[in-house]
């Protein structure tokens, strides 16, 4: 089992960055497939990146591709997404998400462990 904790999130203004952050507790993180998912008022939680445990090979959705960026820092239990060029249409809430999977999961069905979200608000 893993807790998660997002922090980073904030008020920036169109085409700023901001850092979010994911911490985790538990065992075994680096077993562990990691998900951000994001959610805008009214609508559906939706894949925004992930990185998978055992190839560390990262993935996107189309409409962030080459603005962010999702690492990971297994010593420190962490994972990061970096977003540049924010745009207006990127404020949500931010979850992390984590699966014992291999493979990087569109869908937050697979996900069994969640953070409570952080807040990015981007201002045009």
């Known amino acids: 089992q893993v807790q998660l904790v997002e922090s980073g999130g904030g008020v920036v203004q169109a085409g700023g960055s901001l850092r979010l952050s994911c911490a985790a507790s538990g065992r075994a993180f680096s077993r562990y497939t990691i998900g951000w998912f994001r959610q805008a008022l009214g609508e559906e939680r939706v894949f925004a990146a992930g990185?998978?445990?055992?190839?560390?090979?990262?993935s996107y959705a189309d409409s962030v591709k080459g603005r962010f960026t999702i690492s990971r820092d297994n010593a420190k239990n962490t994972v990061f997404l970096q977003m540049d060029n924010l745009k207006p249409e990127d404020t949500a809430v931010y979850y992390c998400?984590?699966?014992?999977?291999?493979?990087?999961?569109?869908?937050?069905?697979?996900?069994?462990?969640w953070g409570q979200g952080t807040q990015v608000t981007v201002s045009s």
């Open positions: 990185i998978s445990w055992s190839s560390g090979a990262p």
């Open positions: 998400a984590a699966d014992r999977s291999p493979y990087t999961g569109y869908a937050y069905t697979q996900y069994n462990y």
